[in-house]
């Protein structure tokens, strides 16, 4: 399994970034997928869910209606479009895969800042 994030960077609030994993190794069609965060001196946290063939999606409160994760099955690749940034969404984000016998698979992550 390999997961490998990109798209993250410094980016003034009020703006946007895109987000995106590419993972190989595993049947990614099968699989829901995850982006998690953490933020210095703080627990990873869940930021958004989407299931196996895109039909459905959830969010942390933190982040509804701001942001927006989808997945391109032919591509083997999940995004997050993340809008209307925030100071306190500056994280490493990752990507998430969790097979039911095998666990969970991060990628390397990708730093987002949020600053003016």
């Known amino acids: 399994v390999q997961l490998v994030e990109s798209g993250g960077g410094l980016v003034q609030p009020g703006g946007s970034l895109r987000l995106s994993c590419a993972a190989s190794?595993?049947?990614?069609?099968?699989?829901?997928m995850r982006w998690y965060r953490q933020a210095p001196g703080k627990e990873r946290e869940l930021v958004a869910t989407?299931?196996?063939?895109?039909?459905?999606?959830n969010y942390a409160d933190s982040v509804k209606g701001r942001f927006t994760i989808s997945r391109d099955n032919a591509k083997n690749t999940v995004y997050l479009q993340m809008n209307s940034l925030k100071p306190e969404d500056t994280a490493v984000y990752y990507c998430?895969?969790?097979?039911?016998?095998?666990?969970?698979?991060w990628g390397q992550g990708t730093q987002v800042t949020v600053s003016s």
């Open positions: 190794g595993f049947t990614f069609s099968s699989y829901a």
């Open positions: 998430n895969l969790r097979r039911p016998r095998s666990g969970d698979y």
């Open positions: 989407i299931t196996s063939a895109g039909g459905g999606t």
